[in-house]
């Protein structure tokens, strides 16, 4: 391929319009947006779920996703008008010299197949290099990325190797054509902070190398503002702004786009300690594990104070949700106790009165399979209520209309709906209205708001903020956003491998010294300043960041 | 028939089966509510034909005695009379009236049926949930006690039980329900599994909430759509295997009208270019089509496929 010296844009698109069938009815998703990408450049598409990032960035590869189509505009890639070419042309684009990273490399890779024979499908099919080529590029671009072990790495086969180096290996793949133009939807949402570094910096990297274009896809502005030259928002398929991201950051001119930048200052103030109180949950020295031989969780303690909001820190797999499933007794832990005001709970849940299962309620992560599809608003929320107050009839009605004007929503409007009815804010709303239905003392939070938009999530922060005052309830919170625990926390849990590494008061945790692990932690959280992956990967090495640095802890 | 006649009459009913399915579902949107009515307007032309079928066959079972110009087993002229007034659709081998026998014959076969296939739900699933929800060891017994009364080829099993328990009613609804109920419990179990994972199962449980609770009104909405569906098929195996059975003579008794006992009662007529037993045999044929046209709609619902 010979390089273009021309100064037009390698890819153009214009006024493009993309409607989608939902409930047998055309829906605008992208209402006339345009973009200009040149070589060498990265655009970051910013927007809430729904904004139509993904929908525009499949677009910029002539594509559509079934049951949408594009029905006004223009795309142009290298001079080729994108939306006027036949299968076998865009067969020769697709892959070859345009390509696509999906948000979870784990379900985009064919469990059945090794790397090495994923990545070398497109350069044979191509007939851009041959077999033994493709596997000595592989294994170049493998060295580059900072897999482990280059030369072995692609004879493994998907489930072998870690979310990060999956990331990476399909980044790796997306390069095997060595493509003009490549699509990142989101490649580093689904992983941990200290894996996503080390996909950063290698997507950086190869991008500058190659002189690749790429659109960047994300929700999160930090990590955007590494990536990303310019930086273009979307909302409910409108262009909000775009500017170069140094301006962007600086001086953001629409409100849509400032809202946005404001939501990672929201922290509410520090809850005065109230340590002489007795504790209203405390763990002391629980081992337990699913297995009998082998311990997820050893030597766990710590305890939650009335309207002390605890946050429990870590990677997956740090022992975080099996401590949860500890205190409400679906787990039963080998050895320890958990009380609540001082008396020891039963270790199974079963085992409990019902005024013991009361007083201990859980929030979950995904909303969409907390709440029962099938059953209404009103009965979701009524139960616990039902059950636990033994309310019935109007008052348990007027409870119901209570509860939801607590959550701020309006009862004669979401009363009789299905969970399915609702946004995805809302029915955490509704998960969290069934825990307070139960009037407990404490609630476990399960990454509330992981799932969630950063405006969306601000929302449910300040609610569950406000129940706390008004309620009197403990928390404790499970997540690994450090910005959340920065905004709602007052006291934090770090844990690593199931033990609790470090423990205290927001504010100390939050200063240095720290344990090398929280460190790490607290490093690898992207911050908004553009500079920042620099200076990190300067002061800590490549070599020093991600999976590499936690081994070298052990 | 020649061929020629075939390729004509042919396209005929089929254009005039879904013409008929289409006006049934115009009549059917404009006297129902607009939920049901949108639900309504996404069915195929087959499954409108399918739900027509249906009613059809519900309305000559419930109604039988008004419709029926005689009684199943009243012998009132000579055998093999040809297709005249007053016997319409001529006389069977003992000189009963085919076309009361066949109306009786939809209340007979197809109540019994539906009967079977209910009991067969409502053990299978309740067993099948249960098993899922409880898993371990009484997973494990449920399972491997299923697996055994699966391996028995069905017919033959069926055949040996109804030789050991006699050939009355009662006995035939409850060897083929028990039979069937292991196909029910396979699935109701398969798809409970997905379920009980599920973080509101376990807010459920945490909540101290009873099994009965639990199954009743956590797990059976959530699987109603692949039971349903299930519903739909079983209904005709469980038609077909009462319909064998009586052919063999096991299944139903005379005089009870029934219409596998029909066709091998009228068999013979076959012989002399008659098609009268053929009739019996094509009701169970058009009944298994509109029952299946119906559930293929209702599976696709359920997938959410979109096209």
Same mark, same amino acid.
């Given at each position: 391929?010979?390089?273009?010296? !021309?100064?037009?844009?390698?890819?153009?698109?214009? !006024?493009?319009?993309?409607?989608?069938?939902? =409930?047998?009815?055309?829906?605008?998703?992208?209402?006339?947006?345009?973009?200009?990408?040149?070589?060498?450049?990265?655009?970051?598409?910013?927007?809430?779920?729904?904004?139509?990032?993904?929908?525009?960035?499949?677009?910029?590869?002539?594509?559509?996703?079934?049951?949408?189509?594009?029905?006004?505009?223009?795309?142009?890639?290298?001079?080729?008008?994108?939306?006027? /070419?036949?299968?076998?042309?865009?067969?020769? &684009?697709?892959?070859?010299?345009?390509?696509?990273?999906?948000?979870?490399?784990?379900?985009?890779?064919?469990?059945?197949?090794?790397?090495?024979?994923?990545?070398?499908?497109?350069?044979?099919?191509?007939?851009?290099?041959?077999?033994?080529?493709?596997?000595?590029?592989?294994?170049?671009?493998?060295?580059?990325?900072? &897999?482990?072990?280059?030369?072995?790495?692609?004879?493994?086969?998907?489930?072998?190797?870690?979310?990060?180096?999956?990331?990476?290996?399909?980044?790796?793949?997306?390069?095997?054509?060595?493509?003009?133009?490549?699509?990142?939807?989101?490649?580093?949402?689904?992983? =941990?902070?200290?894996?996503?570094?080390?996909?950063?910096?290698?997507?950086?990297?190869?991008?500058?190398?190659?002189?690749?274009?790429?659109?960047?896809?994300?929700?999160?502005?930090?990590?955007?503002?590494?990536?990303? =030259?310019?930086?273009?928002?979307?909302?409910?398929?409108?262009?909000?702004?775009?500017?170069?991201?140094?301006?962007? &950051?600086?001086?953001?001119?629409?409100?849509?786009?400032?809202?946005?930048?404001?939501?990672?200052?929201?922290?509410?103030?520090?809850?005065? $300690?109230?340590?002489? &109180?007795?504790?209203?949950?405390?763990?002391?020295?629980?081992?337990?594990?699913?297995?009998?031989? /082998?311990?997820?969780?050893? !030597?766990?303690?710590?305890?939650?104070?009335?309207?002390?909001?605890?946050?429990?820190?870590?990677?997956?797999?740090?022992?975080?949700?099996?401590?949860?499933?500890?205190?409400?007794?679906?787990?039963?832990?080998?050895?320890?106790?958990?009380?609540?005001?001082?008396?020891?709970?039963?270790?199974?849940?079963?085992?409990?009165?019902?005024?013991?299962?009361?007083?201990?309620?859980?929030?979950?992560?995904?909303?969409?399979?907390?709440?029962?599809?099938?059953?209404?608003?009103?009965?979701?929320?009524?139960?616990?209520?039902?059950?636990?107050?033994?309310?019935?009839?109007?008052?348990?009605?007027?409870?119901?209309? =209570?509860?939801?004007?607590?959550?701020?929503?309006?009862?004669?409007?979401?009363?009789?709906?299905?969970?399915?009815?609702?946004?995805?804010?809302?029915?955490?709303?509704?998960?969290?209205?069934?825990?307070?239905?139960?009037?407990?003392?404490?609630?476990?939070?399960?990454?509330?708001?992981?799932?969630?938009?950063?405006?969306?999530?601000?929302?449910?922060?300040?609610?569950?903020?406000?129940?706390?005052?008004?309620?009197?309830?403990?928390?404790?919170?499970?997540?690994?956003?450090?910005?959340?625990?920065?905004?709602?926390?007052?006291?934090?849990?770090?844990?690593?491998?199931?033990?609790?590494?470090?423990?205290?008061?927001?504010?100390?945790?939050?200063? $240095?010294?720290?344990?090398?692990?929280?460190?790490?932690?607290?490093?690898?959280?992207?911050?908004?300043?553009?500079?920042?992956?620099?200076?990190?990967?300067?002061?800590?090495?490549?070599?020093?960041?991600?999976?590499?640095?936690?081994?070298?802890?052990? | 028939?020649?061929?020629?006649?075939?390729?004509?009459?042919?396209?005929?009913?089929?254009?005039?089966?879904?013409?008929?399915?289409?006006?049934?579902?115009?009549?059917?949107?404009?006297?129902?509510?607009?939920?049901?009515?949108?639900?309504?307007?996404?069915?195929?032309?087959?499954?409108?034909?399918?739900?027509?079928?249906?009613?059809?066959?519900?309305?000559?079972? %419930?109604?039988?005695?008004?419709?029926?110009?005689?009684?199943?087993?009243?012998?009132?002229?000579?055998?093999?009379?040809?297709?005249?007034?007053?016997?319409?659709?001529?006389?069977?081998?003992?000189?009963?009236? @085919?076309?009361?026998?066949?109306?009786?014959?939809?209340?007979?076969?197809?109540?019994?049926?539906?009967?079977?296939?209910?009991?067969?739900? %409502? %053990?299978?699933?309740?067993?099948?949930?249960?098993?899922?929800? #409880?898993?371990?060891? @009484?997973?494990?017994?449920?399972? #491997?006690?299923?697996?055994?009364?699966?391996?028995?080829?069905?017919?033959?099993?069926?055949?040996?039980?109804?030789?050991?328990?006699?050939?009355?009613?009662?006995?035939?609804?409850?060897?083929?329900?028990?039979?069937?109920?292991?196909?029910?419990?396979?699935?109701?179990?398969?798809?409970?599994?997905?379920?009980?994972?599920?973080?509101?199962?376990?807010?459920?449980?945490?909540?101290?909430?009873?099994?009965?609770?639990?199954?009743?009104?956590?797990?059976?909405?959530?699987?109603?759509?692949?039971?349903?569906?299930?519903?739909?098929?079983?209904?005709?195996?469980?038609?077909?295997?009462?319909?064998?059975?009586?052919?063999?003579?096991?299944?139903?008794?005379?005089?009870?009208?029934?219409?596998?006992?029909?066709?091998?009662?009228?068999?013979?007529?076959?012989?002399?270019?008659? @098609?009268?037993?053929?009739?019996?045999?094509?009701?169970?044929?058009?009944?298994?089509?509109?029952?299946?046209? %119906?559930?293929?709609?209702?599976?696709? #619902?359920?997938?959410?496929?979109?096209?």
């Amino acid at each position: 391929m010979s390089k273009k010296t !021309n100064t037009a844009p390698l890819l153009n698109m214009r !006024n493009v319009h993309i409607k989608g069938l939902s =409930d047998e009815k055309w829906v605008d998703i992208i209402n006339g947006v345009g973009l200009d990408l040149n070589r060498g450049e990265v655009l970051g598409l910013i927007g809430e779920s729904g904004a139509g990032k993904s929908t525009l960035g499949l677009a910029a590869m002539g594509f559509c996703r079934d049951g949408c189509k594009i029905t006004d505009g223009a795309i142009e890639f290298d001079g080729l008008d994108l939306l006027n /070419q036949n299968r076998q042309q865009m067969r020769q &684009l697709r892959g070859r010299r345009i390509a696509y990273v999906a948000q979870s490399a784990a379900a985009s890779f064919n469990p059945a197949h090794r790397l090495i024979d994923q990545f070398c499908e497109a350069p044979l099919k191509h007939a851009v290099m041959g077999r033994a080529e493709a596997e000595n590029y592989a294994t170049s671009l493998y060295e580059r990325m900072n &897999l482990p072990d280059p030369d072995e790495f692609g004879l493994r086969y998907p489930h072998e190797v870690s979310g990060g180096q999956l990331q990476r290996a399909m980044t790796a793949m997306a390069l095997s054509c060595r493509p003009d133009l490549i699509i990142f939807d989101e490649p580093t949402t689904a992983l =941990d902070v200290t894996t996503q570094i080390e996909v950063l910096a290698a997507i950086r990297d190869i991008v500058k190398q190659f002189n690749t274009a790429a659109i960047y896809i994300s929700h999160d502005l930090a990590v955007v503002a590494q990536m990303a =030259d310019t930086i273009k928002v979307l909302l409910k398929g409108d262009e909000v702004e775009q500017a170069t991201t140094v301006k962007m &950051l600086k001086s953001p001119v629409e409100d849509y786009t400032k809202s946005l930048w404001a939501v990672r200052k929201y922290a509410r103030a520090e809850q005065q $300690p109230v340590a002489s &109180l007795q504790p209203v949950i405390e763990i002391s020295n629980v081992t337990a594990g699913y297995s009998p031989r /082998q311990d997820i969780l050893e !030597n766990v303690s710590f305890v939650i104070h009335k309207r002390r909001t605890v946050a429990v820190v870590g990677e997956s797999g740090s022992g975080k949700s099996t401590t949860a499933r500890v205190i409400t007794g679906l787990l039963k832990p080998r050895i320890g106790t958990v009380r609540f005001n001082g008396t020891p709970l039963p270790a199974g849940y079963q085992d409990r009165n019902r005024d013991q299962l009361r007083h201990v309620q859980m929030i979950y992560q995904m909303a969409d399979t907390a709440l029962n599809p099938k059953l209404r608003i009103r009965d979701l929320i009524a139960r616990p209520a039902a059950m636990y107050l033994g309310l019935s009839g109007k008052a348990l009605n007027e409870r119901v209309r =209570d509860l939801l004007r607590m959550i701020e929503m309006e009862p004669d409007q979401y009363i009789d709906r299905l969970p399915s009815e609702l946004s995805g804010g809302q029915k955490q709303r509704i998960g969290i209205a069934r825990a307070i239905a139960a009037e407990p003392g404490f609630i476990i939070c399960d990454e509330v708001t992981s799932a969630l938009d950063q405006l969306v999530a601000e929302g449910i922060l300040k609610l569950l903020d406000r129940l706390q005052s008004e309620l009197d309830l403990s928390y404790m919170f499970i997540t690994h956003d450090l910005a959340t625990v920065r905004a709602i926390a007052d006291e934090v849990v770090v844990m690593k491998d199931g033990l609790v590494v470090e423990h205290g008061p927001k504010s100390e945790m939050f200063v $240095p010294p720290h344990h090398p692990y929280t460190e790490l932690l607290l490093g690898s959280v992207p911050e908004m300043d553009p500079k920042w992956l620099d200076r990190l990967l300067e002061s800590r090495g490549v070599d020093n960041i991600g999976d590499a640095a936690i081994a070298r802890m052990k | 028939m020649s061929l020629f006649s075939v390729m004509i009459w042919l396209p005929v009913a089929v254009i005039s089966c879904l013409a008929a399915g289409w006006l049934f579902q115009q009549a059917l949107i404009l006297s129902v509510n607009e939920t049901t009515a949108k639900f309504l307007r996404t069915a195929p032309l087959t499954a409108s034909f399918g739900l027509l079928t249906i009613i059809l066959y519900i309305t000559f079972a %419930v109604f039988a005695p008004l419709i029926a110009p005689y009684q199943q087993y009243e012998i009132l002229a000579g055998a093999f009379e040809p297709w005249a007034y007053p016997y319409l659709l001529g006389t069977d081998n003992l000189g009963r009236d @085919v076309l009361s026998r066949l109306v009786y014959g939809a209340r007979n076969t197809v109540g019994i049926a539906f009967l079977i296939t209910a009991l067969a739900f %409502v %053990v299978g699933t309740v067993l099948g949930i249960y098993s899922a929800l #409880r898993g371990g060891l @009484v997973d494990q017994l449920f399972g #491997r006690f299923i697996d055994v009364l699966m391996a028995i080829p069905t017919l033959i099993f069926s055949l040996l039980m109804l030789t050991i328990f006699g050939t009355s009613v009662l006995s035939l609804v409850l060897v083929i329900a028990t039979i069937d109920s292991t196909r029910v419990f396979r699935i109701a179990r398969a798809v409970a599994l997905n379920i009980v994972v599920l973080d509101y199962i376990e807010a459920a449980k945490l909540r101290g909430e009873s099994t009965t609770y639990l199954i009743v009104r956590e797990i059976l909405p959530n699987a109603m759509a692949p039971l349903a569906a299930e519903f739909g098929l079983r209904f005709c195996f469980v038609f077909l295997t009462i319909s064998s059975l009586s052919f063999l003579g096991l299944g139903l008794q005379p005089p009870l009208a029934d219409w596998g006992s029909m066709v091998r009662d009228n068999a013979e007529l076959i012989s002399f270019g008659d @098609v009268t037993p053929l009739i019996p045999a094509g009701c169970i044929a058009v009944l298994t089509i509109a029952v299946n046209f %119906v559930v293929d709609w209702l599976l696709h #619902r359920a997938s959410g496929l979109k096209d």
